[in-house]
């Protein structure tokens, strides 16, 4: 970002067990040193275990756009 911080938002998407598709937003962190896969692979990692979600299925999606333009 042009103030120098970058920062990672964490949204787990779930389906209940009525059917219904909710999202919760879980995280939201600053990324320190390097913006990484690894450094986002670990930060994404650290709030699955937080929660009790690292043994879950679990996708990844990342939108770079803002560091592309």
């Known amino acids: 970002s042009s103030n120098g911080y970058a920062f990672l938002a964490i949204v787990a998407?779930?389906?209940?067990?009525d059917g219904r598709l909710e999202e919760m937003s879980i995280d939201f962190r600053e990324i320190v040193g390097e913006h990484s896969g690894e450094n986002?692979?670990?930060?994404?990692?650290?709030?699955?275990?937080?929660?009790?979600?690292?043994?879950?299925q679990a996708s990844v999606r990342i939108d770079r756009r803002a560091l592309l333009q």
């Open 40 to 56: 986002m692979a670990d930060a994404v990692w650290e709030t699955l275990t937080k929660y009790g979600l690292d043994d879950r």
């Open 13 to 17: 998407h779930y389906i209940t067990n």
